[in-house]
Structure formats: C-alpha cells, structure tokens
C-alpha cells in the first residue's frame, strides 16, 4: 500500500483504499462494526492511509524546500 503512495494521492479510489484498511483491520483484531480504530492501529503498529501519506510526504517536502512557493510569491495582495 506504502508504494506510490506520494503520486497516488490525489487517486479517486484513495477513501476505497481506506475504508478497505479499516475492515482488514477489524478482521485481523476481531473487532466489532463500532469500535474506535486508533486503538486498533496503535496494537498492530500500523499507520492509517492518510498519517502513511502525511509520513512519506514530511521528508520529500523538508528536503526539497525550494521546490515549493510561498503565498507571498505567488499572489500581490496580503491575504490577512
């Protein structure tokens, strides 16, 4: 699932994938329809999709801060 997971974000099958997670995660721990899914996760050392997609982007963004412009580059007027 980790693989791709930085250029297949914006994928309309991302809350599929997701959802998917969840009930393979409830079969693996024997958990009912209503129970909390952070629990769940933390027990079997699992990040959910979207904390995976916020973990593999930190690095890519850090190391290629100049990649990335600032509002203030980009737009005239002061948003505040």
């Known amino acids: 699932m980790s693989y791709?997971?930085?250029l297949g974000d914006n994928l309309p099958y991302r809350n599929s994938v997701f959802?998917?997670?969840?009930?393979?995660r409830s079969i693996i721990?024997?958990?009912?329809?209503?129970?909390?899914?952070?629990?769940?996760f933390?027990?079997?050392?699992?990040?959910p999709l979207y904390s995976q997609l916020n973990f593999s982007l930190s690095?890519?963004?850090?190391?290629d801060t100049a990649a990335f412009k600032l509002n203030y580059a980009?737009?005239?007027i002061n948003p505040r």
């Open 4 to 6: 791709g997971i930085i």
């Open 19 to 24: 959802k998917i997670q969840k009930i393979i």
């Open 29 to 40: 721990m024997n958990a009912g329809y209503k129970d909390s899914g952070h629990p769940l």
């Open 42 to 47: 933390t027990k079997l050392n699992i990040l």
């Open 59 to 63: 690095p890519f963004v850090v190391k």
């Open 74 to 76: 980009i737009h005239s």
